[in-house]
């Protein structure tokens, strides 16, 4: 596969998995009462709706991105702690099903169709839709602001302590996007990342890495 049609297939997973992500958040809140996302279009699967371009080109050429945050009101949820968790845990869940479903796809052709250049560009797309929600998901897992785990924080932490954090979301964020270009998380997100592909490879009964990588192997001589 060319470098072109690589970054061309991330493109149209980005398309994909960023606005199903925020999507996710708009759809959570306003089935726990907050309206907010809704009324500003963001419940939409539309990718315009949710892009950034800056942080689009960033998860497509560097693999770590952002979208326009989802705005919420937390006075709008009938437990504004839990409201605001579930909202942001919403992001990442979605994520997953989104991987799970490619997975599933993949496995499917990988027992029943033929290979051939378009089946090849078919599987490598779910190749990488698996790949970007699984690390989309894993990525915003991380309990630091401004990404989804710290707001799965709030549950846990006293109001003024989290609060405070959040004082400093902006600068965090950076020293967060540093660390993971300089590769300083490399480690633990490879961890991460694997006991997710282990969950969701077990709930479809994923075929192993081996075969997996054999499979892409010989589809990689037809292109």
């Keep these: 596969m060319s470098q072109a049609t690589y970054y061309i297939i991330r493109a149209l997973v980005a398309l994909v998995a960023i606005p199903f992500h925020e999507a996710g958040h708009a759809l959570a809140a306003w089935l726990l009462g907050d309206d907010t996302a809704k009324r500003q279009g963001r419940l939409s699967l539309n990718p315009f709706a949710h892009f950034d371009l800056l942080g689009t080109l960033c998860m497509i050429f560097a693999g770590v991105g952002w979208a326009k945050p989802v705005s919420t009101d937390p006075r709008n949820f009938k437990n504004p702690k839990m409201g605001m968790a579930l909202t942001a845990l919403a992001g990442p ?14 496995k499917v052709m990988y027992y029943w169709a033929p290979v051939s250049q378009g089946t090849v560009y078919i599987a490598y797309f779910l190749k990488y839709m698996a790949l970007m929600n699984v690390s989309l998901a894993v990525f915003n897992f991380i309990p630091v602001p401004p990404l989804d785990g710290s707001r799965i924080l709030l549950v846990l932490l006293p109001q003024r302590l989290y609060f405070g954090l959040m004082r400093y979301e902006r ?28 969950l969701l490879g077990a ?20 292109v």
Excluded: H, K
Excluded at 93 to 106: P, R
Excluded at 171 to 198: E, F, K, Q, R
Excluded at 203 to 222: N, Q, S
């Design 171 to 198: 600068y965090i964020m950076i020293a967060l996007l540093v660390a993971v270009w300089s590769g300083a998380l490399d480690t633990p997100l490879y961890y991460l990342n694997n006991a997710v592909w282990g």
């Design 93 to 106: 869940v979605a994520n997953m099903i989104l991987a799970y479903l490619a997975m599933v796809l993949w």
């Design 203 to 222: 709930g479809t009964g994923y075929i192993d890495r081996i075969a997996y990588a054999a499979y892409y192997a010989g589809m990689g001589a037809v």
